[in-house]
T-cell receptor, first 113, second 115 residues
């Protein structure tokens, strides 16, 4: 069965600094990997995905993520954080051919002005 | 145009009541889901339907009964509501293509409060 781990409950970053939100996964086959963001009292918004191809994928709002097969990681990154990036971020995985997406527990990102 | 829409957005009801949450997607997707987000923000899949057929049922109490009248709709009916059912329920949809599913798109959620 697939699983996702987000080891940090909260990440604090000063505005303008680079940010990283960590994610590791476990699947039996080839993974489909996703990042979603949730703002207060809102639904989940899709940020980016890795299916196949380049290990560095770019997504919405300047975010990118790096797929590392040997470390089974898919960390979310942004070169320069904005206060408006403050939100709850979820990493998710789908085993290829499976019908469900499994989510990590979420990481709250605080960007300090 | 809202891609995945749920109604109602808020639902406050007494223990023991029966309630329904409706979900519609206009993305042409063939797979729809219900997820539950608890007070700690954990997201757990409850059900998944593909082309109106139930394909995932994650050990949810049988007081919860999903119904999919067509590919664009997936409703959730809950009988005999309990305090522990209080949560935010999210509907989502995706498309199963030749290479597997696309990413899932989520509705805005229904905040259910049982008092």
């Amino acid at each position: 069965a697939q699983s996702v781990a987000q080891p940090e409950d909260q990440v604090n970053v000063a505005e303008g600094n680079p940010l990283t939100v960590k994610c590791t996964y476990s699947v039996s086959g080839n993974p489909y990997l996703f990042w979603y963001v949730q703002y207060p009292n809102r639904g989940l918004q899709f940020l980016l995905k890795y299916i196949t191809g380049d290990n560095l994928v770019k997504g919405s709002y300047g975010f990118e993520a790096e797929f590392n097969k040997s470390q089974t990681s898919f960390h979310l990154k942004k070169p320069s954080a904005l206060v408006s990036d403050s939100a709850l971020y979820f990493c998710a995985v789908r085993d290829m051919g499976d019908d469900k997406i499994i989510f990590g527990k979420g990481t709250r990102l605080h960007i300090l002005p | 145009d809202t891609a995945v829409s749920q109604t109602p957005k808020y639902l406050v009801t007494q223990m023991g009541n029966d309630k329904s949450i409706k979900c519609e997607q206009n993305l042409g997707h063939d797979t729809m889901y219900w997820y539950k987000q608890d007070s700690k923000k954990f997201l757990k899949i409850m059900f998944s339907y593909n082309n109106k057929e139930l394909i995932i049922n994650e050990t949810v109490p049988n007081r919860f009964s999903p119904k999919s009248p067509d590919k664009a709709h997936l409703n959730l009916h809950i009988n005999s509501l309990e305090l522990g059912d209080s949560a935010v329920y999210f509907c989502a949809s995706s498309h199963r293509g030749a290479g597997g599913h696309t990413e899932a798109f989520f509705g805005q959620g229904t905040r259910l409060t049982v008092v």
